[in-house]
């Protein structure tokens, strides 16, 4: 749906800056899909304009208009991976009909995303939460943000399934996601170094974990 011309504002004017637009909104999701597999197995460290711009097909200006420096870069690749995972593993999680089934679904539909190899290197936060664990600025800051974000996921998901009665009262939240983002940690590294055995039981232990604290009646 076209917006309403301004006051002396030609029509013609109007489709070139949409058609402007949507050529920049596309040429940005090009190079955001290419910089995410980069630095999915390279870090974000390893991304440059110039390397962006030669195998995303587009040109150096075009990137340096479109995301400003490399940081500007490397901050958005870290959203647009996070925006693929909550795509794949958030949203279809959330839509489950009560808390326990929400969080369970929330651990498997994280290994099923790194198993699957969605993203070359697994998980993205996990990644780069080790490039960046000792280099202060945005890019950690941000990552501290996603990771937060994931806790809190978990816990508010916890939360609610002892005050339906799903989980039993007595359930220790903190430690349970804990536990459950230490399991996540250690099944990435193994996942990316074929360690199948490790990985499998890191995803059979989650579950489990959260199936300890299940209530007798469910």
């Known amino acids: 749906m076209k917006r309403p011309l301004a006051a002396g504002e030609s029509m013609a004017k109007v489709e070139q800056t949409d058609g402007r637009r949507l050529r920049g909104d596309r040429a ?70 009560t808390p326990l089934k929400r969080l369970l679904a929330l651990v498997d539909g994280w290994f099923c995303f790194v198993e699957q190899r969605t993203l070359p290197g697994g998980c993205f936060v996990n990644a780069v939460s080790n490039e960046y664990r000792a280099r202060p600025g945005r890019i950690r800051d941000r990552i501290n943000a996603h990771r937060a974000a994931t806790r809190e996921r978990f816990r508010n998901l916890i939360r609610e399934a002892v005050e339906v009665g799903e989980l039993r009262p007595e359930v220790d939240v903190d430690q349970l996601v804990f536990e ?29 974990r959260v199936r300890m604290g299940v209530t007798a009646s469910i």
């Open 28 to 97: 940005r999701a090009q190079i955001l899909a290419r910089a995410v597999t980069i630095s999915s197995t390279e870090g974000l460290e390893g991304l440059s304009i110039g390397r962006v711009a030669a195998e995303a097909g587009v040109g150096k200006g075009n990137i340096q208009v479109l995301f400003g420096d490399k940081e500007a870069l490397q901050l958005a690749t870290l959203d647009s991976a996070a925006e693929l995972y909550r795509t794949n593993v958030i949203v279809p999680a959330m839509e489950q009909p």
């Open 180 to 208: 459950l983002v230490a399991c996540q940690a250690a099944a990435n590294v193994a996942a990316l170094m074929n360690d199948r055995d490790e990985f499998i039981r890191a995803w059979r232990m989650s579950l489990d």
